[in-house]
């Protein structure tokens, strides 16, 4: 079966504009550095796997609490920064010039948000996930379980599959493979170390994943912008890139925007309007790094609240690299290949890329292959690679952490700890094959933008979630039936708007959509804003005439009571009630496992060590340790400078580019 028989994905490499199809990865230098790499990703995996406790609930999903701040903020990036960021953000730029960079600089002010706002409630709270902190602040099971659902149809219909769908082209169009065969393949490896190494090896890796990245992206960057000749050039190249077959379209469709060069662009005409951009994208950064479980997961891992803010912080330094590293390039992609980057007639379109709707996505991937050296190539690839795996490693390790502790421990109360690690191990793989078939949607959605596409399901899903927490930690008086009322009627008005894109599709500039101008008409941005003003209303409405939740129950669980040191009565008992002690308590023979068994146990991190039982008062001082966010003096004084700086650097760079 060849390439050809998957048009939907296939992607051709053309030497200049010739339309001759080359393996771009054939020679000894570039494949050794990819073998290189995976033999090299693989012993750090395997290293994680040997020095960390995998067997128990805390060692798997929290790293034992036992980060410190570099690879906590490496691995906070890694996670972010994916293929599908790298494709997507170079092929938005392609098409429109340097505003969506604000997408990974808001994030510069959102992070001081996590370390300091949130994430102390959380430790505070001693939670695990993001739901089991909703179900200890209002009670109840039906908002644990509506958010633990949709932030796995979110990790589907946005990260992994768009993840995969951006890797594959690149592969694809690199080593001539078969797009199944190279997406199982990535797969594979990255589910390997997932499912034997938890949070410890996913973290470790993302941090040497992060390193191979930065260098191989600043490379890159230095190939292109020598390649137009410097920043001034560049910027007059950009604005006359335009293809040399036009036809008949509007001149819209294939010149670059008069504002390309603006960060802050017409809050009327602008593709990326700057309300929405200040504050409809502030929204949803905020559900995306203050309330998403692949994020606050790497932060719960920390030592202490130091380690959490430290990591906060440089995470918040590594995203001014992607407009420098993603979003220049992908525009000089558009200026040295304009023909195929910035194809506009349809048919043209279809057979460069692929999509009809536009080639811009493959704006990164051609640059690479055609500009870099052999070998230097390869280094390329493996910094797609290593991007691909570590975000979906994160999202893999997350998504199981969300399903073992906030749905299956919701039919088995009793589960051993065993029962729980395979839980989650199995449902990867049925997480993997869902996405796989999502695959065909994600092309063609967004005028073939990639990253816009990411951003407007977030924007239609996430903005009452968001609501959700900021009011659940800075406002006491909210209740559940607020907040479960609150979701209920922001996933309706969401859907509303999600699915008519999807029936209508969103066009492109030769084939605009027919959706209503009523329904589709609102910037994805501007929609944000109004779904989560909405969702505010009918949360605090609904709170406000029902009966609110006495303080005993939320203590150290909002921002208002955070210090109080009485004794919290939980609304509702936990759904995993760890019993193993008293099954413990009788010794009886056990059988001895045959080799291979114990080589297989050992392998997944499932080995039978009895754990050594804790009286009532080492609990609690173990408890304790878990909850605690005291800081150092010395140390909390230097990341709060830290941060502050942080914040001046976050309002130049707006202020210079807008």
């Not at 001149?251 to 309007?273: K, Q």
């Not at 099954?583 to 050594?612: H, Q, R, W, Y």
């Amino acid at each position: 079966m060849t390439a050809d028989t998957y048009g939907l994905f296939y992607l051709k490499r053309s030497g200049g504009n010739n339309g001759t199809n080359t393996v771009a990865l054939n020679n000894a230098a570039d494949i050794s550095v990819v073998v290189i790499y995976f033999f090299v990703v693989l012993a750090v995996g395997v290293w994680a796997m040997i020095r960390t406790n995998r067997s128990t609930v805390g060692g798997f999903f929290l790293a034992g609490r036992s980060m410190v701040w570099w690879p906590i903020g490496a691995s906070l990036f890694a996670s972010d920064i994916g293929s599908g960021h790298i494709v997507g953000i170079a092929g938005t730029a392609a098409a429109t010039g340097i505003a969506i960079g604000a997408f990974e600089w808001n994030a510069l002010i959102v992070v001081i948000f996590l370390g300091w706002l949130f994430v102390p409630i959380y430790i505070k709270a001693g939670v695990v996930t993001m739901p089991e902190y909703l179900k200890k602040r209002f009670g109840g099971q039906r908002i644990r379980i509506y958010l633990s659902v949709l932030s796995l149809f979110l990790y589907v219909f946005t990260k992994i599959s768009a993840d995969m769908l951006s890797g594959a082209i690149f592969i694809n169009q690199a080593l001539g493979l078969n797009i199944y065969l190279a997406v199982i393949l990535l797969l594979l490896i990255t589910a390997l170390y997932t499912v034997t190494g938890g949070l410890a090896a996913v973290i470790y890796t993302d941090t040497l994943q992060t390193i191979i990245m930065v260098v191989g992206s600043f490379i890159l960057m230095g190939f292109a912008f020598n390649e137009v000749g410097g920043f001034v050039n560049f910027q007059a190249l950009y604005m006359t890139a335009v293809p040399s077959v036009t036809g008949n379209f509007s001149a819209n469709c294939y010149e670059p925007r008069s504002d390309a060069f603006n960060l802050f662009r017409d809050p009327i005409t602008g593709d990326l309007p700057w309300p929405g951009l200040v504050f409809g994208l502030t929204i949803q950064a905020t559900w995306y790094w203050c309330t998403d479980q692949v994020i606050v997961q790497r932060c719960l891992s920390a030592k202490n609240l130091s380690h959490v803010k430290a990591g906060c912080i440089l995470c918040g330094y590594l995203k001014l690299l992607p407009m420098f590293l993603m979003v220049f390039p992908g525009m000089i992609s558009r200026i040295l290949y304009p023909d195929v980057v910035a194809c506009v007639d349809p048919d043209l379109c279809q057979e460069y890329c692929g999509a009809s709707v536009g080639c811009t996505n493959i704006a990164y991937p051609k640059l690479v292959l055609e500009l870099m050296p052999n070998g230097l190539r390869g280094l390329m690839l493996a910094v797609m690679l290593a991007s691909l795996m570590s975000s979906l490693t994160s999202i893999f390790n997350s998504a199981s952490t969300l399903f073992t502790m906030d749905i299956y421990t919701k039919f088995r109360r009793h589960a051993s700890e065993k029962e729980l690690m395979i839980a989650g191990r199995v449902f990867i793989l049925i997480l993997i094959g869902v996405s796989i078939a999502w695959i065909p949607m994600v092309q063609s959605a967004q005028s073939g933008q990639l990253f816009n596409y990411i951003q407007s399901i977030t924007s239609y899903l996430t903005p009452p979630v968001a609501a959700v927490f900021m009011l659940a930690i800075f406002c006491k008086r909210v209740n559940e039936a607020g907040a479960f009322y609150g979701l209920l009627t922001g996933l309706c008005i969401g859907l509303c708007r999600m699915i008519p894109e999807f029936v209508y599709g969103t066009g492109s500039c030769v084939s605009p959509s027919n959706c209503p101008t009523i329904i589709c008409g609102v910037h994805y941005l501007y929609f944000s804003i109004i779904l989560f003003v909405i969702s505010c209303l009918v949360i605090l409405a609904v709170s406000v005439v029902t009966k609110p939740i006495d303080d005993k129950h939320l203590y150290r669980l909002c921002w208002g009571l955070r210090n109080r040191t009485e004794e919290r009565v939980d609304l509702e008992q936990d759904d995993w009630v760890d019993d193993q002690d008293s099954s413990t308590d009788i010794d009886e023979p056990e059988e001895e496992p045959g080799f291979f068994k114990k080589a297989l146990m050992c392998f997944c991190g499932l080995e039978n060590k009895k754990a050594v039982k804790l009286t009532p008062e080492e609990k609690e001082e173990l408890q304790k340790k878990l909850t605690d966010t005291t800081e150092v003096p010395l140390w909390r004084n230097v990341v709060n400078a830290n941060g502050f700086i942080l914040l001046c650097v976050a309002i130049f760079c707006h202020g210079y580019f807008a």
